[in-house]
């Protein structure tokens, strides 16, 4: 296992810096989920970790040894890509087993630990097969095998998952969450997904544009976001967000309703209501806040979304639990839960309570 840090990363292609200043402790044993848009610098932090791209600045170490220039293959890591990469004329033991056929580990050792990893994986009844023969959840468990046999310090991910379907990935989430239970390794897990992100991580470390938003617990994330983008990146459906300026002790939005808030946030710099979607609720008129009209509602079976329109506000989504009746061009009335309620500066900055 392995203990990681990261002080001061920076990555450069020539003069254009695409990551800068991060800085991030993995702790041993820990799950750590790297999350963000396309582009955030997510995939090219893991590639530098494992070695696959040089760093340009700053000191990365393991277990307290700087390992800069330590090649990848002295590192103690063993990397899951999106691309399965499995040998299509290898059966799934010789594919599992066969870094350490090329390192000349011996045929009892390499059986031993190819037999252990597939009966971790459910793989025992399939190690005679080739890939061809195999499904995508399949291939997919070779390939973490592959990675179990080399007992590494460590397991990057690099979203291992995003080629499979919705059901599949479901249960290789399951059988990820798992292998950590099981093997008490540390994980370094990069997703676009933040279902993932929220069901897998200890720890989520939010990227935008090269640089670190916020690290923290899912449930930190959620309930106390650091800015207007991990705001909205974490949960979904997204949160809504409503232009707003100071009234008393309250914020008024742009068709002059007042909402009384009772936190202790500096609503002077307020600029920006946030509330998320499972925080608004179909009500009566008299115990509304806003009024409009549904524009479209999606029912789900165990939740209903309703997009509706209000007027001086502007789009607004309300997601109701279970099955509402509710139909597209019928008014709806809405209340917020200002107790759960966000206010962001021009920033963008979330303003604690």
Same mark, same amino acid.
């Given at each position: 296992?392995?203990?990681? &840090? ?10 254009? /810096? *695409? ?5 991030? =402790? ?5 799950? !750590? *989920? ?7 610098? %997510?995939? =090219? ?62 045929? /009892? ?5 190819? &037999?252990?990893? $597939? ?8 190690? %005679? ?7 995508? +959840? ?45 093997? $008490? ?26 640089? !670190? ?12 976001? $650091?800015?207007?983008? *991990? ?24 068709? +002059? ?17 946030? @509330?998320?979607? &499972?925080?608004?609720?179909? @009500? ?10 549904? /524009? ?9 979304? !309703?997009?509706? %329109? ?21 008014? *709806? ?5 200002? &107790? ?7 920033? +963008? ?5």
């Amino acid at each position: 296992m392995a203990r990681i &840090e990261l002080q001061t990363i920076s990555k450069a292609y020539g003069s254009v /810096e *695409v990551m800068r200043d991060i800085n991030l =402790t993995i702790e041993d044993g820990e799950f !750590i *989920v790297l999350v963000g848009p396309s582009g955030c610098g %997510k995939s =090219t932090l893991l590639r530098m970790i494992a070695g696959l791209e040089p760093i340009t600045g700053g000191e990365f170490r393991i277990d307290g040894k700087r390992m800069n220039e330590v090649p990848p293959r002295d590192r103690d890591m063993a990397m899951v890509f999106q691309s399965y990469a499995l040998y299509p004329h290898m059966d799934v033991a010789r594919n599992m087993g066969f870094s350490l056929e090329i390192r000349k580990s011996a045929t /009892e050792e390499r059986v031993s630990k190819v &037999e252990a990893a $597939a009966k971790t994986l459910g793989l025992t009844d399939l190690t %005679k097969r080739l890939p061809k023969a195999l499904s995508g +959840g399949q291939r997919q468990r070779v390939a973490m095998g592959r990675a179990i046999v080399r007992d590494p310090s460590a397991f990057l991910f690099d979203e291992p998952l995003s080629n499979l379907d919705a059901a599949l990935r479901v249960e290789m989430r399951l059988e990820i969450a798992r292998l950590h239970q099981r093997l $008490a390794a540390t994980m370094i897990y990069v997703t676009h997904d933040q279902v993932e992100a929220l069901t897998l991580a200890d720890r989520i470390v939010v990227l935008n544009a090269g640089d !670190i938003q916020q690290v923290g617990t899912p449930l930190e994330l959620y309930e106390r976001p $650091a800015n207007k983008f *991990v705001a909205q990146f974490i949960g979904s459906p997204t949160m809504n967000i409503l232009s707003v300026e100071q009234s008393g002790r309250g914020v008024q939005l742009k068709d +002059g309703t007042v909402l009384q808030l009772t936190n202790g946030s500096d609503k002077s710099s307020a600029r920006e209501l946030g @509330v998320r979607p &499972e925080h608004l609720n179909v @009500v009566t008129p008299e115990k509304a806040h806003l009024s409009g009209v549904a /524009e479209l509602v999606e029912h789900l079976g165990s939740d209903t979304n !309703i997009h509706a %329109k209000v007027p001086g506000v502007g789009q607004v989504l309300v997601r109701q639990h279970g099955h509402f009746p509710l139909k597209a061009g019928e008014p *709806v009335d809405i209340a917020l839960d200002l &107790e759960k309620a966000h206010l962001f500066d021009a920033d +963008g900055r979330r303003l604690a309570a």
